[in-house]
């Protein structure tokens, strides 16, 4: 799903990858052929920035919530009257800190991210990130998905290149819903994570526990993860 973005988006911004083709590995990687196959690409080392661009165009998740409460989202003052899933006029730029493994990362207003990355990267990467969302956006909901959000990761090289890297809208890093189901004022079935969140929630996992899922709730992920493939890309991944 990654590379399928990667390619569609360059015309916007250059990213790390160098090849997905295995054959293509180093050598020290090639023999593990069979745990990484599929699995892996070959990409760029660069300095990756300590911001996660999120990029909204419909209110759900904790935007809904936070919007309930205080009619914001990362602080950000939102007209009133605003349904659940309903769009925004425009893209709404709402990042969050990236925080160290086993932390969580924290959404902040748009003025503090130049507080982390100073103000050159800060304008670019709140520019792009809208640029990049809307242009999938646009494309996804002719294929009959809606990208409710996502998030970004860049990086850049030694000279100063911007460059896009990380995951780009997967189920993983974005919110999918069917556009044929869609319905304001509501929430809407996910083809994304949310179907796992929402077993954990069932649960009262309490994000600490290792527990081991059961096998239809990871069928039912993956299934709905190869289904977004199939209709973002017309083609059925190559695991399969």
């Not at 999120?54 to 936070?66: D, F, H, L």
């Not at 890093?173 to 179907?195: A, C, M, T």
Request: with cysteine; aromatic share 12%.
């Amino acid at each position: 799903m990654s590379v399928f973005w990667f390619n569609y988006l360059k015309d916007i911004l250059p990213n790390h990858i160098i090849t997905t083709e295995f054959d293509q590995m180093p050598e020290k990687v090639q023999k593990y052929r069979d745990q990484l196959e599929y699995r892996c690409l070959l990409v760029k080392k660069l300095k990756v920035f300590s911001v996660e661009a999120i990029v909204r165009g419909y209110i759900t998740g904790s935007a809904w919530s936070e919007y309930k409460k205080k009619g914001t989202v990362c602080d950000i003052t939102l007209p009133e009257g605003l349904k659940e899933s309903q769009s925004f006029e425009k893209a709404l730029y709402t990042p969050s800190t990236k925080a160290e493994i086993g932390q969580h990362d924290e959404n902040i207003h748009p003025s503090k991210v130049p507080e982390i990355i100073g103000d050159k990267y800060a304008d670019q990467i709140s520019e792009i990130s809208v640029k990049l969302y809307t242009k999938a956006k646009e494309y996804a909901l002719s294929k009959g998905i809606i990208i409710a959000d996502t998030k970004f990761e860049f990086g850049r090289d030694d000279t100063g290149i911007l460059y896009l890297v990380d995951e780009v809208l997967t189920p993983d890093s974005s919110r999918f819903w069917l556009s044929l189901n869609y319905e304001v004022g509501k929430s809407q079935e996910s083809f994304d994570k949310q179907y796992l969140r929402n077993y954990l929630l069932s649960i009262d996992f309490d994000k600490k526990t290792s527990i081991e899922l059961p096998n239809d709730i990871i069928t039912k992920t993956m299934e709905r993860y190869i289904e977004t493939y199939k209709m973002i890309t017309d083609s059925d991944p190559t695991f399969l």
